[in-house]
């Protein structure tokens, strides 16, 4: 039997506008999806995980969960309000093995665009629209494999375009394949003349037929790289540059490229590693500056100051909020934060110990 799933849900007003920012400032963040989902009546262990999340301009998300149940794991994406799909559901003929964190995207139509794998053997990672198929992918596992537009068109990233169509067979491929090549030798000899076996994939007489390819791959576009900002971050910043998210594409960078670093809060930080993460339009909206020694020590800007650090204690300096956010899930490359145009930022944790939680960090009231 299915079980019911229930997520416990902090009550989420509409965002605000960014305020103006005034001394002594910062983000404040209070938590929006917390450990305690109840699950056929149980509640939802500490072993259970949020894996990735969306935010769009009117203050709904979305957010893909991992939980256990009869030794299964399950996965499954929400939105605030309702359940989209899950594992097990049959969606255009396609049954879901697998929902994917990888790649989550919310419309301001509230619309949600998600990753998931399909297939049984071999298995298949698609882009589904809400209970529609939309395309397939040629690989995926990173992040901002694509982007919802607000009319529920998807953008991919080079790296994750929809597979080619296999090349048909030629009639000579498929005369051997059937047996029929040895009939046709039998002929040759009897007749003592050759007899052709056109290649549909040449000539004009046989084209070859227009491959079909998995649906939406015609009118799929592909974004482009985005060039390295200025270090450590653009100096637009310092001048009040506005948040224009959503996230659709990172950028790693390593030491020797980047520089130095005096941070306020880590000292001076001499091999520097910077990873940034840009808008569609490539403009910055959050940087990650770390030392490549200490991973997990590390600080996060945004065009409206400081987001977080990490605090002497080695958690996550997050103001508003007294649990104890664990670095290591921010620290990575892949970062699954999001961003809306109010400035306002969703940011999976792990909170010590064995629990997980969405925060909501709305913008700053003081200086960088």
């Not at 769009?56 to 499954?76: K, L, P, Y």
């Not at 929400?78 to 049959?90: I, P």
Request: proline share 9%; glycine share 10%; hydrophobic share 40%.
């Amino acid at each position: 039997m299915k079980r019911l799933i229930i997520i416990a849900l902090a009550a989420m007003p509409a965002i605000p506008a960014a305020p103006a920012q005034q001394a002594g400032g910062g983000y404040q963040f209070r938590p929006l999806v917390v450990t305690g989902a109840m699950i056929g009546g149980h509640t939802l262990d500490r072993g259970a995980v949020i894996d990735g999340v969306a935010l769009n301009d009117s203050g709904d998300f979305a957010f893909v969960a991992r939980w256990s149940e009869d030794g299964m794991e399950r996965t499954a994406v929400f939105t605030s309000k309702r359940f989209v799909a899950g594992d097990g559901d049959v969606i255009d003929g396609k049954r879901i093995d697998r929902i994917l964190g990888t790649s989550l995207s919310l419309n301001t139509g509230g619309t949600v665009a998600y990753e998931a794998v399909y297939g049984g053997t071999p298995r298949i990672t698609a882009i589904f629209v809400e209970r529609k198929h939309k395309a397939d992918l040629s690989q995926s596992g990173s992040p901002y494999d694509f982007a919802l537009q607000d009319n529920g068109e998807i953008v991919l990233k080079a790296a994750a375009q929809a597979p080619a169509a296999p090349r048909q067979p030629t009639t000579l491929q498929t005369a051997q394949n059937t047996g029929a090549l040895a009939i046709f030798r039998s002929l040759e000899g009897r007749l003592h003349s050759p007899i052709p076996l056109p290649d549909p994939s040449v000539g004009m007489s046989n084209p070859r037929p227009k491959s079909k390819t998995s649906a939406g791959k015609a009118a799929v576009p592909t974004a482009r790289p985005c060039p390295a900002p200025a270090f450590p971050y653009p100096g637009s910043w310092n001048f009040g540059d506005e948040m224009t998210g959503p996230i659709s594409s990172h950028l790693y960078e390593e030491a020797p490229k980047t520089k130095p670093y005096e941070s306020r809060y880590l000292g001076r930080l001499s091999a520097t590693s910077r990873i940034t993460q840009f808008n569609q339009e490539c403009k910055p909206l959050l940087i990650t500056i770390a030392d490549t020694s200490q991973p997990d020590r590390f600080e996060i800007r945004t065009p409206n100051g400081l987001l977080t650090n990490t605090r002497a204690d080695g958690f996550l300096d997050l103001n508003g909020y007294a649990g104890k956010a664990l670095p290591d899930r921010l620290a990575r490359v892949e970062t699954p934060m999001r961003v809306n145009r109010s400035g306002a930022v969703l940011i999976p944790v792990r909170i010590a110990p064995e629990r997980f939680a969405i925060l909501l960090g709305t913008p700053p009231s003081g200086l960088r």
